[in-house]
């Protein structure tokens, strides 16, 4: 595995797995789930304002944002498309749903990219709302959000099932990270729930792979 820090230069992708990222993003997530995938994979970490915004990765991702997956030359923007897009081009990693998951798997995965992501930003940035227009906001309220959240939690294992699949690696990080920034309260449900998907190998090593890498001074 290559991994490197460039503020300047983005360089061209290789023909195979390539995430541009950075260790204080949401390239947390997809870094944890190209750990579940198993493949080989390079890392650009970019600079927040830096390299991020330099015409040569605006040509790859127009929003200037991470993560950022560059596979065959093909790429894939947005966190959960990411984790989606792993899943089923790697299917031997068993991510992907079964027939029977897909209800359930596709459900709680734009669950957690709309109402959870979109309640968790809104709580951090303290952006206030008109309780007469909740209903206009989507999702209601981040307690209406959390509850139904702690539902499925307490209802089973995983959230498509009773298997560990990519649904789990994104909508388990919003928890997560939620519950490390305040947004989201730290319910007994939730914490369980973090704890047994946290408790994997490939979480560990992204974890500790992230960890390692710190911006340049």
């Known amino acids: ?21 950075n260790p204080n993003s949401r390239g947390r997530i997809a870094r944890w789930m190209l750990e579940e995938v198993g493949e080989p994979y390079d890392v650009e970490f970019l ?24 596979h065959n030359h093909q790429v894939i923007t947005e966190t959960p498309a990411i984790c989606v897009y792993l899943a ?16 359930e798997f596709w459900r709680w995965i734009f669950f957690a990219a709309g109402p959870l992501e979109s309640a968790i930003t809104n709580t951090t940035l303290g952006v206030k709302h008109n309780p007469e227009k909740e209903s206009m906001l989507g999702y209601g309220s981040l307690a209406d959000v959390l509850d139904v959240m702690q539902a499925k939690c307490e209802a089973g294992v995983f959230l498509a099932g009773s298997r560990f ?31 047994r998907i946290q408790n994997r190998d490939a979480y560990k090593r992204a974890f500790e792979l992230d960890k390692a890498a710190q911006p340049p001074s």
């Open 88 to 103: 089923e081009t790697f299917p031997k990693a068993c991510l992907a749903p079964t027939e029977s998951e897909r209800a």
């Open 47 to 70: 600079a927040y304002g830096g390299a991020m915004k330099t015409p040569e990765f605006l040509a790859i991702n127009p929003m200037g944002k991470v993560p950022t997956l560059v």
């Open 165 to 195: 699949t990519a649904v789990d690696v994104y909508a388990g990080s919003q928890l997560a990270f939620g519950m490390q920034f305040g947004a989201v309260e730290k319910r007994p449900a939730f914490e369980h729930y973090c704890s």
């Open 1 to 21: 595995m290559k991994e490197k820090w460039d503020q300047k230069r983005v360089t061209a992708a290789p023909a195979k797995l390539k995430l541009y990222s």
